[in-house]
């Protein structure tokens, strides 16, 4: 999928919602999530998805410490021994996911080795269009997760997300799922709710993105009274940037809403939430680290915390690096990576079989598990979906619980 | 299509937003002479004096305390250039020399967050202003030996030792032909031809290191021979899928969140034509025959949403205090669209990506901000008969009609001017043009 494609994909999936919300669908507030509470099959699981935006390195992420071809590949990347956090005799994890690593070690965090697809990408909108639409070879303009959505019955308050912009794994054919805001909303003095009532109403043939704008107005009115004990989200305008960032508020403040609306029941089946900033071309040590530990702190207590109550999570990036470190103490775009899957249900350890460090392909690394096998088993376990629906017949499966 | 609305439509698309007193004069002149009028060269920006890089001027050595104060001058530098770009886009003429510069801000999107230099940043603006309009030819390689775009993606840390892909992958993909139009072997080939180059930060240049770069000849799309940034950056100009990803790029912003049918396409590559032709690129594409259909489908950015209002409200954003330009600034990062803070290389969403409940409020909050800032026009409102009053705000804020909804919305406000205008400004008849 080109740029041009790319942006059909997202007015698609925003035309989808636009259309959605003329038929009275997506305009809901955390309170309305919250208020499904009790519509819930008790049973039912819930699928929390981690995307990190940017391409994580996962050799320094899940580190093969004891295969030689790693610190030879990496004469100033790699970890030496001694300092990372050591899961078994080959692999340690990052020193900066000491949460993750004592949830391994209690047997609570599944890696599974060497995720990917055949003929990678190594453009990251491309990449990651692949990963959110479950299809390597020809991305269209639903998402795995849109589609799961489609054949759930459309409610749109079962797939949320607290980021700004709808997350194209969200988009179905025929429905889409929800994008909430968090935290504390003041609105202008100018709008009382028989305005905004008024403005939220599409007029008869206008754009769909007009009728978009109109319905806006409308969705402010339901959250205008949501809870107001979140953190607001805060810019922090010191952070270091790379290119490859995303625009959602600091992953404590996903997880601690998700965490909210799990724990107060509500019917939502699937979050999605995001870290980006892991595109790390140059000095990649000291800045994956932090990365690594915004993502491993709120995780592992978000883990933690939702124990008993059904919930999975799953953490991929659009795309690992290059096994041979760049002059710059980098990585460039590369391929397969690892994946790690926790909660109810799935059991820890290793899965998968690690890729070799010398065995390349053009200096990348060869998938061993593709990753609709993953999705295969989040849709089945945890979704009691039929994967091959969803996935256009794919037949693959992981077997982890 | 009245006249009137083509000229509104023409203007709203091509500028930040005209006045309902510029759209009286295109009536006056046509459409010809309105967009050959609005497409003069810009005049040159009024210099703006950053004084030296506080991070460039660091010595190697220096103790903790200065860097913690050089970094601080560093972000007021970058403060004070932002408000001077805002002060720049509300002022500036017509404004579409500047809404040009500020769409090529977002395809090379460069972000001071990891640049960390403000006049670095100014002089990557510079550039856009200076071939911003004409043959990409001359623009491209002077981006490939722009001191920003080469922080931003890593190219000094590109060597032949060792040479870092990330400027030019995006150098493809995302500034000049397009994903999938080359292989990854092309990427490889393509790193090397813009090895060797190092940012002084000091003397904010760009110079090449020869020892640094990799004259051994290889393949980049087809043609093998020794490289150089030149010589790449003309091979690309050159290539079959520049100038349609240019006029795709370009009709994104300035016609249709829909790609363009393969006929306009057609007519915009040819008016870009072997000169590339940027300027002439955008006069095909307001004077193409699908260009009058994209009216009322187009998201306004928010820094279109805000620039155009603070013209059409006659707010002089020179003469307002340092305070309300920062407030002003916080507004767009409230929106989504600080400038110079892109979000990513592949620069700000476009469409209803833009639509959201968040970005909603923040419009009210913003729009009742700038109400109280244009006591003119709040006036020219009061100075309307009651029942008149929907149709000034229209003509003054250059909306061609209201529906029944955002009518019945504002007759409620009739008699209070300043709310009046306020929410005329947060309306989806506004905020999608």
Redesign the interface.
Same mark, same amino acid.
């Given at each position: 999928?080109?740029?041009?494609?790319r942006?059909?994909f997202?007015?698609g999936s925003?035309?989808t919602?636009?259309l959605a919300i003329a038929a009275g669908g997506t305009a809901v507030?955390l309170h309305d999530i919250l208020a499904t509470a009790g519509d819930r099959d008790p049973d039912a699981r819930t699928l929390v998805l981690v995307t990190l935006?940017g391409g994580n390195d996962g050799l320094n992420t899940v580190i093969p410490y004891a295969d030689p071809a790693y610190a030879a590949a990496r004469p100033h990347l790699a970890y030496p021994a001694e300092q990372v956090l050591r899961l078994d005799d080959e692999f340690a994890l990052n020193p900066a996911m000491t949460g993750l690593h004592r949830l391994f070690g209690a047997g609570g965090l599944a890696i599974v080795h060497g995720v990917g697809y055949p003929r990678p990408d190594?453009?990251?909108?491309?990449s990651m269009d692949i990963w959110q639409t479950a299809d390597p070879v020809r991305p269209g303009t639903t998402g795995w997760l849109g589609r799961w959505l489609d054949g759930a019955g459309g409610d749109p308050r079962l797939a949320v997300s607290f980021e700004?912009?709808?997350p194209p794994l969200l988009a179905g054919a025929t429905s889409a799922g929800a994008?909430v805001?968090g935290g504390q909303?003041t609105?202008?003095?100018?709008?009382t709710p028989?305005?905004l009532e008024?403005?939220g109403?599409?007029?008869v043939g206008?754009?769909?993105?007009?009728?978009?704008?109109?319905t806006?107005?409308a969705?402010?009115i339901r959250?205008q009274d949501l809870m107001t004990d979140v953190a607001a989200e805060t810019?922090d305008?010191d952070?270091? +940037?790379? $290119?490859?960032? &995303?625009?959602a508020p600091p992953l404590d403040t996903q997880l601690a809403l998700v965490a909210k609306c799990v724990e107060a029941g509500a019917a939502t089946r699937v979050y999605s939430v995001s870290l980006?900033g892991f595109?790390l071309?140059?000095d990649e040590r000291t800045a994956q680290e932090s990365q690594l530990a915004k993502l491993d702190r709120p995780l592992a207590a978000f883990i933690e915390r939702m124990r008993g109550k059904g919930v999975v999570v799953a953490v991929y990036s659009e795309f690992g690096r290059r096994v041979r +470190?760049? $002059?710059?103490d &980098?990585t460039?775009?590369g391929t397969a990576s690892c994946m790690f899957l926790a909660g109810d249900g799935i059991r820890g350890g290793m899965h998968g079989e690690p890729p070799s460090l010398t065995n390349l392909d053009?200096g990348d690394l060869k998938h061993t598990t593709d990753f609709r096998d993953v999705y295969a088993t989040l849709l089945a376990d945890v979704l009691d979906a039929d994967p091959a629906r969803v996935l256009n017949g794919w037949p693959g499966h992981l077997k982890l619980s | 299509m009245t006249d009137r609305q083509a000229m509104s439509h023409l203007l709203r698309r091509v500028t930040f937003g005209p006045t309902a007193a510029e759209v009286d004069a295109a009536v006056r002149a046509g459409s010809a002479g309105t967009l050959a009028a609005a497409l003069e060269p810009a005049a040159p920006a009024p210099p703006i004096d950053l004084g030296p890089d506080p991070l460039g001027a660091l010595p190697r050595d220096a103790s903790r305390d200065r860097r913690v104060k050089a970094r601080e001058a560093a972000?007021a530098q970058v403060a004070e250039l932002s408000r001077w770009w805002l002060r720049q886009l509300a002022s500036a003429g017509g404004g579409a020399a500047e809404k040009l510069t500020f769409f090529w801000h977002g395809h090379w999107a460069t972000?001071v967050?990891?640049v960390r230099s403000a006049g670095l940043m100014l002089r990557q603006q510079q550039t856009f202003r200076r071939y911003g309009a004409g043959d990409t030819g001359p623009f491209v390689r002077a981006m490939l030996r722009d001191p920003a775009l080469i922080i931003?993606?890593?190219g000094q840390?590109?060597?032949a030792?060792?040479?870092?892909?990330?400027l030019a992958?995006?150098l493809m993909?995302?500034f000049t032909l397009?994903?999938?139009?080359y292989t990854?072997n092309d990427?490889k080939a393509g790193a090397r031809a813009l090895t060797g180059w190092q940012v002084d930060r000091a003397t904010a240049t760009a110079r090449l290191r020869p020892a640094r770069h990799d004259t051994t000849p290889a393949t980049l799309l087809g043609a093998t021979r020794s490289w150089d940034a030149d010589s790449y950056a003309d091979l690309l100009v050159r290539h079959p899928a520049h100038a349609p990803?240019l006029a795709?790029?370009l009709w994104?912003r300035y016609g249709c969140?829909?790609?363009a049918s393969a006929a306009t396409t057609a007519r915009l590559v040819a008016a870009f034509g072997p000169g590339r032709d940027s300027t002439a690129l955008l006069r095909a594409l307001a004077t193409d025959p699908e260009f009058p259909a994209t009216a009322?489908?187009?998201?306004k950015q928010p820094v279109e949403w805000l620039i155009g209002a603070l013209r059409q409200l006659g707010v002089d954003t020179g003469a307002l205090a340092e305070k309300q330009q920062t407030r002003l600034l916080a507004t767009l990062?409230a929106l989504?669209q600080a400038p110079l803070?892109p979000?990513?290389?592949?620069g700000w969403?476009?469409?209803?990506?833009w639509?959201?409940?968040?970005?909603?409020?923040a419009r009210?909050?913003g729009?009742?901000a700038l109400a109280t800032l244009a006591p003119a026009a709040v006036q020219s409102l009061a100075e309307a008969a009651r029942p008149d009053r929907l149709d000034a705000l229209a003509r003054l804020l250059v909306v061609d009609a209201w529906?029944?909804?955002?009518a019945?919305?504002l007759t409620?406000?009739a008699t209070q001017p300043q709310?009046l205008l306020?929410?005329g400004l947060?309306?989806?008849?506004y905020?999608?043009h």
């Open positions: 999928m080109d740029l041009v494609t942006r059909k997202l007015i925003g035309v919602g636009a507030g935006y190594h453009s990251h909108f491309r700004p912009t709808l994008t805001p909303v609105l202008a003095k100018i709008a028989r305005l008024t403005l109403t599409p007029a206008e754009s769909a993105a007009r009728a978009r704008a109109a806006c107005f969705d402010l959250i810019e305008d952070t270091a +940037a790379t $290119a490859t960032g &995303g625009a980006g595109d071309h140059a +470190a760049n $002059a710059s &980098g460039d775009h053009n | 972000q972000s967050r990891k931003w993606l890593d840390r590109n060597t030792a060792a040479p870092n892909e990330n992958r995006e993909e995302l397009g994903v999938g139009r990854e990427v990803f795709e790029r994104v969140g829909t790609a009322g489908q187009l998201v990062s989504g803070r979000p990513s290389v592949g969403p476009a469409g209803v990506a639509l959201t409940t968040s970005s909603t409020r009210l909050a729009a009742q529906s029944d909804r955002s019945a919305a409620s406000l709310r306020a929410l947060a309306t989806p008849e905020a999608v």
